[in-house]
């Protein structure tokens, strides 16, 4: 079976997949990605995560994100609330700073996932 067009046959991860692999086979400068690895299986993710972080390092990555292990090991994070900028910084100056929304937001992850049986 072939594709068929706007690719409306493929699941949301395997489009995801694909325009990723044609912006790393552009050699694109800038890559804005919104929640790239959400459709995706966490295997998947970690490989999907490592290969932005290494394959993309000549470029600017714009991450819109929703999960706190995708903004992580980031260079800069921007947190919003109610459309506002709240903070930028980088990950590790904003986990040192009391009363920093992303420091809460981690705690507020990591809690959720170590009381959760997956």
């Known amino acids: 079976m072939g594709v ?6 493929w699941s949301m991860g395997q489009r995801q997949l694909f325009c990723l692999g044609r912006a790393l086979l552009r050699r694109c400068r800038i890559l804005v990605l ?9 295997s998947t993710d970690a490989i999907l ?3 932005i972080r290494t394959e993309f390092t000549y470029c600017t990555v714009v991450t819109v994100a929703h999960r706190i ?4 090991d ?12 709240v903070e930028f910084d980088k990950p590790t100056k904003l986990m ?3 009363g920093s929304l992303f420091r809460e937001l981690v705690k507020e992850y990591w809690s959720y996932t170590a009381n959760t049986n997956f």
């Open 4 to 9: 068929l067009e706007d690719g409306s046959n």
């Open 34 to 42: 919104d929640e790239a690895t959400a459709s995706i299986d966490n």
């Open 49 to 51: 995560q490592k290969t």
């Open 69 to 72: 292990p995708t903004v992580m």
């Open 74 to 85: 980031c260079d800069m994070v921007l947190t919003m609330s109610d459309g506002k900028v």
């Open 96 to 98: 040192e700073t009391e």
